[in-house]
């Protein structure tokens, strides 16, 4: 039932789910599991992407109705939900987990251990760290003055955290480990470490800290346990940036 | 074109569409239908629901594109939109209506009679009453310091209406008979037969009834009539304590 | 793996994806394309379109997971995202552009060369004109006391633009030109040629024109070139009556 092309690479132990139609120029690493009524590899028109493979690592998980565009790279353990969309020119770490619905428009870089929720639109072109958490109904836009030809993409530093329905407006950088609440409408620059709440002044997340208790943000306080091994320095390097604005806000 | 496990139970008179993927442990009762390109039964990793059956009660609409989870419960006359997704753990009450594009994510359980419209999220472990009304891009979270392990599903009580584009955030409870309105972002407890509008102060929903012409709030005043017979009694039900609380208002 | 009605009419170079289902009804113009895993000519329960052909003219692109309703009307190159549902009763003109995840509801008219971003819901009934753009999330709903059987649709005039996440409130007008910001909940009418914006004064888009370089507001000052030759004579109609509007606004 599946239509799986000869020129695609499939690695050892890989599933594949009811009706997945596999393209050419599609590589799929060992162990990975792709889900029903799937389309992977799926042909793009953008030259600099046609004909390119698609690499999608070892240990993912691409659950039903999903179309993943050749052109892209995914490092081990992509996890999508179901009916998602991945565009061409598309570069990311390892364990990027995505929701159900969620698109990334392709033009884009992505670090490691990255959390997309449902419903996420991930605009063309934009820049996104690592730890960078996006919950549901987050847009990344870039188009400043819709509808144009002009293009400013959107910037997410390491650790940041955007909470459910926030839009991030055309060229708007979010600072390392900085928080956006939920359905903020956010412009410009959000310095490094701070809370964006419209209503409240805008504050530093140390602020929120509680070190003794562990229980408040920065995330990367109560909640690196759930990270592999592997990513626990990264998190304490987090962790310590954090601390250090801290204790400079503090000192004022 | 179809791939049915002989452990699934079909009622008489099933219909099912081109491309249906059925998984074992699933039971669909008499009459109901599952359009194309549809995966009902669809196997979870969750040790509480992994193997336990998803039963589709009779007389049932599953639309296109629709992913179900084995371990889950719906009562007679379950229609969903295209492109859903119903996670383990959802026990849901008759005649439940969910739109296009709208995510379930499981451990919940929701009344019977409740509606919601398309792109609505139901955060994992929400609480729903009967009769309630979910209107499009409304978000049902449950994490209080996004991310965290913290857990804090919502509750939303018979009766109640949230308009398009609510975020409800976590922990808090939606009173029987309450009205959120569009666009709100809503936090604790919205009291019984209240409506819930910023830049409004809080007032009941009473004071919008008009119990003459039955063409204002609350809903069940002038739409009764679009539930079948058998829901009646319970409209009336909540008619009747609507107008408790309005007399009781006017008395103050 | 394809399956096609016999009563199907498929025009010449007409491309099939994989696993697609094409109902009866159903006329597909020269040089169109449908991808993977589509319904094309879904049935409705709806009596007013129930059995009517649905049309997709000439150089149409349909890409997967997409479902289209009998009882339409497409004029040439109709262009969808992935995982788009276009409800029966829908008569658009030409070059219509839906992105993924939208949704039409039907028993509207859309006019020529719109063009609809992602996660984008049309509701019933909605009339709109021609060159209108519509973002992201945007909602356009119809129902001014939800839930009821009350039925107000929009309407959206020519060249209008809704920015990303805005919900236009039952009944609402948006004028010819009018710009609605980012994340509004717009209600009544927008007047021709204004910005709407809360906390800003509504005032009109001739005050953001740059008629020297072209840059600014109205889109089409600066990006008619986006659109076919025979599109033209329409773009510079626009252009004139914002400029006649923005001399008006001069001499007050």
């Known amino acids: 039932m599946n239509q799986i092309s000869d020129k695609a690479e499939l690695g050892t132990g890989v599933k594949l789910g009811f009706c997945v139609r596999i393209y050419d120029n599609v590589i799929i690493g060992d162990g990975s599991e792709i889900g029903d009524f799937c389309s992977i590899g799926h042909p793009t028109k953008n030259p600099a992407f046609k004909g390119k493979p698609v690499k999608i690592s070892s240990s993912s998980l691409v659950r039903s109705h999903t179309v993943i565009y050749e052109g892209s790279s995914f490092e081990e353990r992509l996890e999508t939900g179901h009916h998602v969309v991945l565009r061409e020119g598309t570069f990311a770490g390892k364990n990027l987990r995505i929701g159900n619905y969620s698109d990334i428009e392709g033009d884009c870089l992505i670090g490691d251990y990255c959390r997309f929720h449902g419903y996420v639109h991930i605009g063309k072109g934009s820049e996104i760290g690592s ?108 962790k310590a940036y954090v601390k250090v604005l801290c204790q400079l806000s503090k000192n004022k």
């Not at 955007?162 to 359905?183: D, E, N, Q, Y």
């Not at 470490?193 to 943000?217: M, N, P, Q």
């Open 131 to 238: 730890f960078v958490w996006i919950y549901s109904l987050v847009t990344l836009t870039n188009d400043p003055l819709p509808p144009s030809n002009i293009f400013r993409p959107v910037k997410i530093d390491d650790g940041a955290v955007l909470a459910v329905g926030v839009t991030v407006m055309p060229g708007s950088v979010i600072g390392k480990c900085a928080l956006v609440a939920a359905g903020e409408k956010v412009s410009g620059v959000v310095r490094p470490a701070r809370v964006y709440a419209s209503g409240a002044d805008e504050f530093i997340v140390a602020r929120l800290v509680d070190w003794e208790t562990g229980k408040r943000h920065p995330w990367m306080n109560h909640f690196a346990e759930a990270y592999p091994e592997s990513a626990r320095g990264a998190i304490e390097d987090l």
